[in-house]
């Protein structure tokens, strides 16, 4: 069941993205410390795989839809 629908997707692949890629590539201060760079991978993996598989169990456990049902 697919509960994201298209706009959501492509902003959670980005955003997803970017936050997996932010710690190795800009060089922050905010990277100094090790629990940063593990909060934003992790953050960036989970929004990646929401896009990709197109379900949200955040989305499913408040009963909510991004879908259209057209």
Known sequence: MHNVGTPDRIIRLIVGAV?????????LDLWA???TIWASVIIG????ATAVFGFCPIY???????????
């Open 19 to 27: 936050l997996t890629l932010a710690p190795f590539v800009l060089p």
């Open 33 to 35: 410390a090790g629990w």
């Open 45 to 48: 993996l989970v929004l990646v």
């Open 60 to 70: 499913a456990a408040l009963r909510l839809s991004a879908k259209s049902k057209a």
